[in-house]
């Protein structure tokens, strides 16, 4: 599925020259995947609620074989061709969506390398510019390619410029040189040829007085640690509110309960279901929190879409039933 990452990445690309704002072209690209790949997560979803029908006929089954499990067996083929449902049914819309999330994060983390080192490369070339026009805003947030936190900087920092790849900085600075923006492209032959230029260019131009009160954090709040374990500050330029982290994983609890809801489950897979939304909570936590809001935001909007489809496919599965129902009163 490798073929994933620059798929996505190129499409992106693509709509960001239609629509030429980033936060948007975020948008309408997660609206798009997810239109994609609804015929399967309709599938996957009608194949889920008649599993859950079938569970009182399941139980009673496992009841009465639970001495000869080779019968049992035979007795739940025979259930499943009957009420035509499959255990895997709904398996592979879940597969899939982990590979085009995995997708994701690597487009918009190879996307947000991209325009990090533009922006740097940019300001460090012309230091007269006002950087915060160089960055790409989104309502409360200064800069899309850094977290959504008062606990990020807007500009890029030091540790962010050492996470980028070094092709990543040759491909950029050739294009910027390319169109005049800087006077020569990089040509890093390895990761320590590119340290060496962070060491000796980037670290001392972000420690002057041009670029150090961007990324600044205010006195008294540098610093700081809880129990002496996590060391965090607050910037007066800080990148956002955290707001996208608290949306990601209110939508993510509300999602996983809607779900839980819909579907009828015995003790023990109500406490596997329980164990999967502590683990997608905290995957929402962990991901948009610490990487680019422009993730943070495709996670989120993911989030909401898949609670209107859930809704949406729920009240399309009940309609078609009272339809069966009634057409099975009048003998069609």
């Not at 599993?51 to 399941?58: A, G, I, N």
């Not at 895997?88 to 994701?104: E, K, N």
Request: proline share 5%; with cysteine; glycine share 4%.
């Amino acid at each position: 599925m490798n073929f994933l990452n620059p798929l996505l990445l190129a499409l992106i690309k693509g709509l960001q020259v239609v629509i030429n704002n980033y936060a948007i072209t975020i948008i309408v690209f997660t609206v798009l995947i997810k239109l994609l790949i609804m015929p399967l997560n309709l599938k996957s979803r009608r194949s889920t609620m008649r599993m859950s029908s079938v569970q009182p006929q399941m139980k009673a089954l496992q009841e009465k074989y639970k001495d000869d499990q080779e019968k049992l067996n035979q007795k739940l083929q025979e259930l499943y061709r009957k009420e035509g449902v499959s255990p895997m049914g709904g398996c592979l819309p879940m597969i899939l969506s982990m590979f085009v999330l995995f997708a994701m994060f690597y487009a918009m983390r190879t996307f947000a390398n991209e325009q990090l080192v533009t922006q740097f490369l940019t300001f460090y070339h012309h230091p007269e510019i006002d950087p915060t026009t160089l960055a790409d805003s989104f309502l409360w947030i200064r800069n899309l390619w850094m977290p959504d936190s008062p606990f990020a900087t807007s500009l890029p920092d030091l540790q962010s410029m050492q996470m980028i790849e070094f092709e990543v900085w040759n491909d950029v600075s050739a294009k910027l040189a390319a169109s005049g923006v800087i006077p020569q492209a990089l040509e890093f032959a390895n990761r320590d040829a590119m340290m060496t230029y962070i060491n000796e260019t980037v670290a001392p131009f972000m420690a002057s007085d041009v670029y150090a009160p961007y990324v600044a954090p205010i006195t008294g709040l540098g610093n700081m640690n809880i129990l002496g374990l996590i060391r965090f500050s607050i910037y007066k330029f800080g990148n956002g509110w955290f707001v996208l982290p608290i949306l990601s994983i209110l939508s993510q609890l509300f999602m996983q309960k809607l779900t839980m809801k819909q579907q009828q489950m015995d003790m023990s897979q109500q406490g596997s279901q329980k164990m999967m939304l502590y683990m997608m909570t905290f995957m929402s936590l962990y991901f948009c929190a610490i990487y680019n809001s422009a993730f943070a935001l495709y996670w989120v909007v993911s989030n909401i879409y898949a609670i209107v489809e859930q809704v949406m496919f729920d009240k399309y599965f009940k309609a078609q039933d009272r339809k069966s129902a009634k057409a099975e009163e009048v003998g069609i």
